[in-house]
């Protein structure tokens, strides 16, 4: 009979262990505002954004993952962008995302030990105006996951990249829960 109680805690402890952790991959970046966007040109319902996704050689990104990542961003912008209600303003901006850093990491390496094996992506978000180039924004962002054990070995960097993309929208949207102003550091 004690043998069943202790199994059955072990049960519940793991699923809210594995509950637990799985908001940690689904936790989206914060900004650090270089320049922070005015209220009016957040992005919203009447405006249009261009996402371009480009990086450093030393990022060693390929043409399908800047494709897929803009692609995701895209979407996530267009999800928060329709909360957002017009401001009879409608501008178009030219958002571009330099990724500095863009490391998959080892899922074998996760798998052994938490912090080993980093999945990693760092960018640099410029926002300027699409009709006079006028720099409306700038900010970083970055996104790791370092956890270990089963839930490392299992995450992938396609898992990742949704919740970085959605950090980026959540940013040009203004929808972003707090925001880490670089003069502040």
């Known amino acids: 009979m004690c043998r069943s109680k202790y199994r059955s805690v072990s049960i519940w402890g793991a699923i809210l262990c594995v509950a637990v952790l799985a908001g940690c991959a689904g936790t989206a970046p914060k900004p650090t505002y270089n320049k922070e966007m005015a209220v009016q040109y957040r ?17 060693k990104m390929e043409d399908m993952d800047r494709t897929r990542l803009t ?19 409608a501008h178009e901006a030219t958002v571009t995302v330099f990724i500095t850093r ?28 699409a009709s006079d180039g006028r720099r409306l924004a700038e900010f970083n962002i970055a996104k790791t996951f370092a956890w270990g054990g ?22 040009l949207t ?11 550091k």
């Open 71 to 89: 692609q995701l961003i895209n979407s996530r912008l267009e999800e928060r962008r329709v909360k957002n209600t017009a401001n009879n303003d």
């Open 150 to 171: 089963i839930y490392g070995g299992s995450t992938r960097m396609e898992d990742i990249e949704p919740v970085f993309a959605d950090g980026v929208a959540a940013a």
């Open 102 to 129: 863009y490391q998959r990491g080892s899922a074998f390496a996760r798998a052994m030990l938490a912090g080993l094996g980093q999945i990693h992506i760092d960018a640099t978000v410029t926002v300027t105006d």
């Open 174 to 184: 203004g929808q972003q829960d707090s925001k880490a102003t670089a003069s502040s």
């Open 43 to 59: 992005i919203d319902t009447d405006d249009h954004a261009q996402v371009k996704v480009t990086s450093d050689a030393a990022a």
